[in-house]
């Protein structure tokens, strides 16, 4: 007899059903992006107002995504103890709250603290998103779907940069680009409360009525056949008798090491890595552009370029995802990517080859990332999933949160840009052959069907190895 999990893993895809909960989390996924590319257009603008140093305006990116990483651990372990639910909705309401006390910041200082604050609302969204959908999804179409949901972030960030770029000409332009955001994302904070629990997160937790109550639901929308299934007794630890509070945090910490050290250290260091070079691309490409004389139109346009090429890369991964798997499109695409930020740097005072550089970086950046998104959701068990995506975005926002200041005050000036590209270009290779050696392919696997004490693969290469006894 299947169990509820595999009952759910198995429905039809439909776009009245799951499709829902696609649109809804992508949204919340949309204003993520839009609020971390905004980073580079505040920072010149606020950098004027306050008469601010390099280094003083890196710390707005810095407050913004050290709070996202303390909201990614935080909401990532929130999620698995109270249910992707609550979560899901209240990440949108903090970040709305804080950024329209933001829009009223008197000065620099309270400005930092309330995008510190906005962040750790908005920092638990990836997570707790990607939890969710992976959750709904259908395995025959999981890694799709959880690529797909990475098209969400090049329209955000484009449609930031197409409005930053619009409110050029405003008065007090950087407030206006700020609150530009919050009614709709308390909008959707009202949509999301009709989103339904998971139903995995509720027969891993042991309430079988309400998962019950769920997957049936689900089966008669989807149209699919019913069928008879169980829901297995949830494993000691889990359900009820999970510890609360700061020690739940901290047990999720030493469960995701105890799980399997090798996933987890991959986890990190492709994020941190990959991460790395995105948002320092991000977060400076304005601040680098007017550096070398573009106006400041020119310079806003640079990063909204990116990310428009950006949504062909999402589409491209979609594709590929389950093509060649999830090892190899990481493994190719990301070392290209900051190759083509290197190329920028050595072309950056010709103006139409800096553009096409950036393109394509936009492009290469954007086929890597929701293939990793997609590949660390399926890497952790139900129980972990949220926990194990959050603390992974949490190490890598803490890492780039500094990267602004290091990249602004001390590689830039120091190394000039093709050397700093360089350089984060290595720790991308390295991250890669780690990956290479230590994770095992997701692809076509059902999720929970990951062995934690022996998942790495002795290949020599990312070449997908997947056998019979793993596969879905």
Known sequence: MKTGDQIVQDLPWKWGVQGKIFIIGGLGYLFDAWDIALNG????????????????????????????AVGAVVWGAIADRIGRKKAF?????????????GTLSPDYTVFLILRFLAGVGLGGCIPVDYALVSEFSPK????????????????????????ATMMVPLEGNWRW?????????????????????????LTKVGKEAEARQVIDSLVSRS???????????????????????????????RRLWRFNPRIT??????????????????????????????????????????????????????WLVDVVGRKWVIAVSAPLSTAALVGFALVLKVETAAMIAIAVFGFLIQLTIPVLYAYVAELYPTTLRASGFGWASSVSRVGTGFAPLLFGSLMWPLLGLPLTFAVLGVVVVLAVI????????????????????????????????ESASVRG
Do not use: H
Not at 140 to 163: M, Q, S
Not at 177 to 201: D, K, N
């Open 41 to 68: 257009f505040l920072m010149p603008l606020l950098g004027k107002e306050f008469d601010l140093t390099m280094g003083e305006s890196s710390l707005i990116a810095t407050a913004n995504l050290v709070g996202m």
């Open 177 to 201: 680009m700020l609150s530009t955001m919050v009614l709709p994302a308390l909008l959707l904070f009202w949509v999301r409360r009709g989103v339904p629990e998971s139903p995995i997160y």
């Open 434 to 465: 780690w990956m290479a050696f230590a994770a095992p392919e997701t692809k076509g696997r059902e999720l929970d069907d990951i062995d934690g004490e022996a998942t790495a693969e002795p290949a020599a290469s990312p070449q997908p190895v």
């Open 265 to 318: 250290s991959v986890s990190w260091l492709l994020f941190v890595s990959i991460m790395m070079v995105y948002y320092a691309a991000l977060t400076w490409m304005p601040s680098i552009l007017k550096e070398e004389g573009y106006n400041e139109t020119a310079s806003f346009m640079g990063p909204t370029l990116m990310s428009g090429v950006g949504i062909l890369g999402v589409l491209a991964s979609i």
């Open 223 to 253: 149209g699919a056949t019913p069928q008879p299934y169980e829901i297995p007794v949830p494993a000691a630890g889990e359900g009820a008798d999970r510890p609360k509070g700061l020690r739940a945090g901290v047990e999720q910490f």
């Open 89 to 101: 909705s209240a990440t949108l309401l903090i970040f709305a709250l804080f950024s329209v006390l």
């Open 140 to 163: 025959k179409f999981r890694g799709r779907i959880l690529t797909a949901l990475d098209l969400w972030w090049p329209i955000g960030v484009t449609l930031c940069g197409v409005v």
